[in-house]
Nanobody
Framework: QVQLVESGGGLVQTGGSLRLSCAAS????????MAWFRQAPGKEREFVAA????????YNTESVKGRFTISRDNAKNTVFLQMNSLKPEDTAVYYC?????????????????WGQGTQVTVSS
């Protein structure tokens, strides 16, 4: 069982930056593929970014390319999402997810564990 705890959300103005963190419990973090998803009010949860267990492969959804960067520190059991040039449409609850298979996937069903989420609000 893996527990995921997100942090770093908050209120920021358009054009600002935030860095989200997701701390994982356990000694098997390095074997998991990790991802960030988000869910805006009244919308379905959507993929944001993913990273393979080694960190050598990363994927972003088109709407965040050039603005968001996913990374991980396996020594600290933590995955990060650096968000720059934030827009009001980035407002959502951001969720961290872990996949036992170790891959970086954009598909929700690939992930076995989920955090509780952290709110990101971008004001215009």
């Amino acid at each position: 069982q893996v527990q995921l705890v997100e942090s770093g959300g908050g209120l920021v103005q358009t054009g600002g930056s935030l860095r989200l963190s997701c701390a994982a419990s356990g000694r098997t973090f390095r074997t998991y593929g990790m991802a960030w998803f988000r869910q805006a009010p009244g919308k379905e949860r959507e993929f944001v970014a993913a990273i393979s267990r080694s960190g050598t492969s990363t994927y972003n959804t088109e709407s965040v390319k050039g603005r968001f960067t996913i990374s991980r520190d396996n020594a600290k059991n933590t995955v990060f999402l650096q968000m720059n040039s934030l827009k009001p449409e980035d407002t959502a609850v951001y969720y961290c997810a872990a996949a036992r298979g170790g891959i970086a996937s954009a598909t929700m069903s690939a992930y076995d564990y989920w955090g509780q989420g952290t709110q990101v609000t971008v004001s215009s």
